[in-house]
């Protein structure tokens, strides 16, 4: 497999796995350990050692109801998944700050994947929005031009009735004195 298919591939492995949680783009600690191959709690422990280099913006615990939502999402199979840990979810930003935590090889290559990752999903987002914007000018400006077309449509309608009536006057029968004709 070519570096640009295997990049492609990681890439769309590493998309299915970002998630929107509190309006955010987010990656579930469980998903980023089976990323960078190590384990769960390895992962955690990283951060917690480094807990400063991870404000709320950067990473989160996530609370019960946005487990349960999870689940009923099929983000995760059940809350037994989590092996009764509090999941994390980080950011893009504390995606960005797990590569001075974690250091090895792979996980390198990995938190560049993900950054790449987040910028495309970034710019499908800001193209959907000026698609939208693109859709929305369309529809005003027909909805313009059906204003103007039942404004032609009612003159021409007025048009006809002035030609039928003008037609009628022309074709009356003639009131008053008519003079013989021999």
């Given amino acids: 497999m070519s570096t640009t298919n295997k990049s ?3 890439e769309a492995i590493i998309a299915s796995k ?5 309006e955010e783009k987010v990656i579930l600690d469980i998903h980023l350990a089976e990323l960078y191959e190590v384990e769960t709690r390895a992962l955690k422990q990283a951060v917690r050692r480094n807990a400063d280099r991870f404000p709320d913006d950067f990473m989160y615990k996530l609370t019960d109801a946005e487990i349960e939502n999870m689940v009923s999402q099929n983000v995760i199979p059940s809350k037994k998944h989590l092996g009764g ?10 995606v960005a ?3 001075s935590v ?17 910028t495309i999903l970034r ?8 698609f939208k914007h693109e859709i929305d000018h ?3 400006l027909l909805g313009e031009h059906d204003n103007k077309f039942m404004l032609i449509f009612e003159y021409l ?4 009735q002035a030609k039928q009536e003008d037609l009628e006057y022309k074709n009356r029968k003639p009131l008053g004195y008519k003079p013989k004709t021999d």
Avoid: C, H, W, Y
């Fill in 123 to 130: 710019k499908m987002l800001l193209l959907q929005k000026d």
């Fill in 18 to 22: 970002i998630i929107t949680i509190r």
């Fill in 97 to 99: 700050m797990l590569s």
């Fill in 157 to 160: 309608k007025q048009l006809e």
């Fill in 85 to 94: 840990a509090v999941p994390f979810a980080f950011t893009e930003n504390g």
């Fill in 138 to 140: 369309i529809k005003t």
């Fill in 102 to 118: 974690l250091k090895s090889k792979k996980a390198i290559e990995i938190n560049i994947a993900i950054i790449r990752t987040f």
């Fill in 8 to 10: 492609l591939q990681q």
